[in-house]
């Protein structure tokens, strides 16, 4: 920074900053020269003002500009007279010296502009000696392009005028102010420029305010300070003065502009920053602590009822490559910063002696007796650490001002009103009047303290934190500023804004991730173009040629087919008649047309690939000559076409596949749940070969290479499916997980950011790259992206929430008239008895009877739950209460109990059903699912576990998100993957606790006990599962298990009844290889014959479908297909003993069945 480097160099460059105003034609030009070597570079020229005659008296206003600026008065130009066009020339010179510690800095050049004051000086009376001046108005001009790296710049500046102006009177008046503004090197070097940066600092308002804030009274001086620092570590205060006491009624408009935060600009039109304007937003899209839908109706009630102190001033500060860094440490190490509010009373006149205040303490006592309502805002200020991030903005909650929270908050050690080390940068702003200087201390240098002093209060400070506080000391510390808990009674909030030109973190730009991941990943080449060559011209003229013989076939069957049946015989004679004929119904049915421009185009490609013609010939002859040379060989290929067509030796197409790449994605899926992962491998490769464009192929067999643990082998399948398409997000985010599992961060963290880029709508993408940040240890970024992925889930489920009207309308419902009624139904005749003894613990299930048999009113009792009675019948109240009481039936506005319910329906006779006419309550609405868990479950399908296992841990710390049933259920899976029961049987065990309903969570337990072996448990698990309205995650396993549970225990009818089920909803080789064998233990040899038919039309190497068909074709004496199908089982390797030992036995039975006898 120039005023940084000033420090070094001063000695030998000896620099320092001028500031002329010299005369021109038609602008005022302030030129800033840079004086080195004794010399100083000056131009001179002439300047004018443009105005609108005002109708003083004179022909020609005589008036002259006076340029001040940072409240010292530069100098006055000469009086000079308008001319008949409305022009004034001024010609006068003047410097002024900018230095670190001089009365203007680079700071003063940021936020305080230049002020030109334009005088008319009248004309004068008769015995007046002295002249009679009248201020006009006045133009501001902003000095920031100097610290943009401009050299020079010019300006057009209105004519602001001041109050009593004669300008006021005339609004058509429109005076202009042209201005040039240059220096002869730049204030800052390219270095400066490029790390440096510019914060401005901007307060709206201090909503909200204590009651005790009244307009009457002594004035008062309400205040707002921080400090940040500026160049260097040296800190730089920041003072917004002057607040105003406005009284609620209605809200501040919007958009309006932001003020100069000085107090010398007396053109109340000048007081606003060009260009610069306040325009809120929507409370949700802040970055305060009041930006939830809690604290709306807060919000607007301190924006438009309650009391509030308004300023909208704009503080901007340069900030040095050190300050930058000193800025970005302070907010990593302290996270939040002061911002103090306080108001001081304005002293007209006062005696006071500087005595009290200059003793004990530096002369501190006098000053804190005059502070009052001393509050701080703790202003978050992390997001500015955000890559990319600029700008922060949000409502803030005020706190008392007490020491030891302000320095266990902040790590601050002073206060900018109250503590004497800061009185001397206040009394150099400009902050305290003439009279309460006098009260603080006699000169600056009495109250600049020594260092000694500054020392020892920070060292009381820092020892009173680090002591054992008492809640004694905290009552005490609490009295001493009873005034700022008014603050926390009234919900006071600051409305401030941080902004920066650049950000503290440069984020990286989505064309720079692209590239990167197209260097590491290059995007696969273009599958080769099938152009239309000769070859392909020839293909489709063959094609066209068969295609018309055999319409032409058609039509001649049609004529002359029944010629041919009947015998008739044909010589050449009716051959040729039948010609002629044919001929003239191609022709008179407008086929042969039909014909010729089918076969036209084919033509047309041959000329073109083939021959190479595309332009016109040059004469007749030439053209005869193509033609008969095409006309040549359009009849040999068609006569080739032909043979080809009434050829026998044409080889036959190859059959069509039975299974779709999902059938093989399931039948993959299968062999991974039965643990025989290479026959998975195997499908998962078919799909592979089928089509290697396809990119959810290779996702999969990432996936199951993950599974397997082959990390380098999944890592290749992504980057495959990378290079198909380099904007698939799952194929980023999976390469990036795989980035990290192989310790190479670098890479995921491109990977990860360019997800956010392509899709920075997404929740997965940015709640996965705060997961990786939670893997390196950078909280900041950890807030940074969750705080992302919460305001899209926030956002989302306000557009899927429903409108009020809808709402409304849904509570408004009430059941028509005729519900009112007691409406019986009887349970032997409506409905059937449901029989649950098959089931332990059953939960409470009603088995729906015929649509028609249900009254409407009855189907909407789901509306109602806690609306609904049961009514017993007559004679039967006792027996009715005590089976409530004993069994503890819970009401139906409940959740069940967790406790299994044992009583039997058909015991009823009799059951009413009254219904209320008081309009049914919503059921109460489900907890959402927070972004952990909604990537949990994408990290469980593609079996990334060290994720899953971290985002587990911040679902069990999220507010909204803690020990939940679906936490349980993805604990339990992930131990049910490692083979680690007994902790799986513990998950679930937490899970039925808290949701006994859930049909996900008697799957997973069925799924336990099934492979733990114990199969009677996973059958009454299996059952529960399936009883349910609402289907568990992945049926198909359930029905597969349930069926083979069902076959081990010889219930072959239900066994039939879930395959068949399973074979309807997702067929596969397994599930109509369990009809087969159930339907073959049933003796149903047809309807087993057909199920073991279509397995084996879907897997035909699975040696137990082999097996079975061999036992049925022997069963239906079909000696070869019975031996052929033994041979293969054979051949596949069966490895089930007792099914081949079956086998063997039904051979020896029917005498048949193996070809080796």
Known sequence: MFLFLFFFYLAVIDTSIHQQILPSNGCLTFLFASRGAGKICQTSEHHSVRWTRLGVKGDGPVTFVRAEYNGIVLGDSAKVESSAEGTAKYNFTTTFDCQPEGPHSLDDIAHKPLLFTVTEVLPKEKKQKEEKTIMLGQAVMDLLPLLEGLCEFSATLPLYPVLGSPLETRPDAKCVINVTVSVQESLLSLWQLSEGNLLRVTVEGVYSVPESFLPTGPPQNYMIGLHVPAVGEKECPFLFKNGVLKFGGEKEPLPRPKKWPVTNILA?????????????????????????????????????????????????????????????????????????????????????????????????????????????????????????????????????????????????????????GHQAAMNKIGLLTPHTKGILGKTAKEDKPPKEVIMRKASNIARRDTSDTTIIEAAVSICQNIEGQQYIESGTFIVIEFALDKPLVPKRLPEELANRVKEMIPPRPQLPRRTAGAKKA????????????????????????????????????????????????????????????????????????????????????????????????????????????????????????????????????????????????????????????????????????????????????????????????????????????????????????????????????????????????????????????????????QKERP??????????????????????VSAEEELPSVEVSDIPEPSITIHRAE????????????????????????????????????????????????????????????????????????????????????????????????????????????????????????????????????????????????????????????????????????????????????????????????????????????????????SKKSPSCLTWLGVGIACYRLKEMAEAEDALSEANALNNNNAEVWAYLALVCMQGGRQLEAEQSYKYAVKLELANEELLQEIHEVQLEVGFGDPSF
């Open 268 to 420: 109340p039109g000048g007081q606003n920053i060009p260009d610069s304007f306040i325009v809120g937003g929507a409370y949700e899209e802040e970055d305060g602590e009041l930006n939830t839908p809690e604290d709306r109706d807060l919000r607007i009630q301190g924006e438009t009822i309650k009391k509030r102190i308004m300023w909208d001033l704009e503080r901007r500060c340069y900030l040095d490559p050190l300050a930058v860094l000193c800025f970005r440490k302070r907010i990593a190490d302290c996270r939040y910063w002061p911002v103090e509010i306080t108001r001081v009373p304005i002293i007209t006149s006062t005696k006071t002696k500087g005595g009290k205040g200059d003793k004990g303490g530096g002369g501190g006592g006098g000053e804190e007796e005059q502070i009052s309502f001393h509050g701080v805002a703790y202003i978050n200020v992390v997001p500015l650490l955000y890559p990319g991030v600029k700008r922060i903005r949000g409502a803030f909650r005020v706190y008392p001002y007490l020491d030891n929270e302000v320095f266990e908050k902040t790590k601050c050690l002073f206060s900018l009103f109250r503590d004497i």
């Open 538 to 797: 020839v293909e489709d003229y063959h094609s066209q040629v068969t295609s018309i013989a055999e319409a032409i076939l058609d039509e001649y069957h049609e004529l002359f087919g029944r010629q041919l049946v009947e015998g008739y015989a044909i010589d050449s004679h009716t051959l040729e008649d039948q010609k002629c004929q044919l001929n003239y119904e191609l022709n008179s049915s407008g086929k042969y047309f039909a014909f010729k421009e089918q076969i036209k185009h084919a033509v047309v490609k041959i000329v073109r690939e083939k021959y190479l013609k595309t332009t016109a010939f040059e004469n007749l002859d030439q053209l005869q000559a193509f033609l008969s040379e095409l006309y040549v060989y359009l009849v040999d290929q068609m006569h080739v076409a032909l043979n080809q067509v009434l050829s026998q030796q044409t080889p036959s197409p190859p059959p069509p596949s039975f299974t779709t790449s999902e059938q093989l994605r399931l039948f993959a899926r299968e062999a991974e749940k039965n643990r025989d992962y290479n026959l998975a491998a195997t499908y998962y490769q078919e799909r592979l070969s089928r089509d290697r464009q396809d990119i959810q192929s290779w996702l999969d067999y990432g996936t199951f290479c993950l599974l397997t643990e082959n990390n380098l082998k999944a890592q290749e399948c992504f980057r495959e499916a990378v290079s198909l398409d380099p904007n698939h997000l799952p194929s980023i985010l999976l390469c990036g997980i795989m980035a990290v599992m192989l310790e190479n961060y670098e890479d995921a963290e491109v990977f990860f950011e360019d997800a956010t880029c392509l899709e920075p709508s997404s929740i997965l993408a940015w709640t996965i790259l705060g997961l990786f940040y939670d893997i390196q240890e950078n909280d900041i970024r950890v807030e940074m992206a969750f705080q992302k992925a919460f305001k899209l889930q926030k956002a989302s489920l």
């Open 803 to 824: 409108p009020p009207d809808v709402a409304d309308a849904v509570r408004k419902v009430s059941i028509c008239p005729s519900a009112a009624e007691v409406l019986s």
């Open 851 to 1062: 649509e028609e048999k249900i009254p409407k009113v009855a189907r909407k009792m789901s509306l109602a739950p806690s609306r609904l009675k049961l009514v017993p019948p007559k004679g039967e109240e006792e027996s009715f209460h005590r089976l409530h009481e004993e069994e503890g039936v819970p009401k139906m506005s409940r959740r069940a109990s967790m406790a299994p319910s044992r009583m039997k329906l058909s015991t009823m006779k009799e059951t009413r059903v009254a219904f209320e006419t008081e309009p049914p309550p919503l059921p109460p609405p489900q907890p959402p699912i927070t972004i952990f868990m909604e990537t949990i479950n994408f990290l469980m399908d593609v079996n990334a576990f060290q994720f899953v296992h971290r985002a587990l841990a911040h679902e069990l710390l999220c507010p909204q998100g803690g020990p939940s049933c679906d936490y349980y259920l993805v604990l339990a899976e992930t131990y049910m993957l490692k083979q680690e029961y007994s902790k799986t049987e513990e998950c679930l065990e937490m899970a039925v606790q808290i949701d006994y309903l859930n049909p996900e969570v008697w799957a997973q337990k069925g799924h336990l006990c099934y492979l733990t072996g114990d199969f009677a448990e996973a059958k009454a698990c299996y059952e529960r599962t399936i009883s349910f309205v609402t289907d568990a995650k992945d049926m198909h396993f359930v029905y597969l298990r349930l069926g083979s549970i069902y076959l081990e225990r010889k219930e072959y009818e239900k066994a039939k009844d879930i395959y068949l089920l399973a």
